[in-house]
């Protein structure tokens, strides 16, 4: 029984922690819409995608851009070839 009752409150603990957890990542993300490219390219050098998927029109770039769909769509008017990703370098 005790055996029993120790594996309930262990689950219970992890269950709650995992949960904690995931909580505090999602709220850590911050959208912050840049004023132009060059205001955005200071903290993301290789620009913003929308999804890991999206493929650079625009030919060879130097940097991998940084995949926040938020962040994206919050900076979407610095997307100049709708390729989506905002200031590609």
């Known amino acids: 029984m005790k055996k029993i009752f120790v594996m309930f409150v262990s ?8 949960s904690i957890s995931t909580g505090v990542a999602e709220a850590k993300e911050k959208v912050v819409t840049y004023k132009n490219c ?12 929308r999804s890991s998927s999206v493929k650079n029109k625009g030919g060879k770039t130097k940097y991998k851009p940084f995949v926040s769909e938020a962040l994206y769509d919050a900076n979407k008017k610095s997307d100049r070839d709708k390729d989506l990703i905002a200031c590609e370098r």
Request: no cysteine.
């Open 38 to 49: 060059t205001e955005l390219n200071k903290v993301y050098k290789g620009g913003v995608a």
């Open 11 to 18: 689950f219970v603990l992890i269950l709650g922690f995992s």
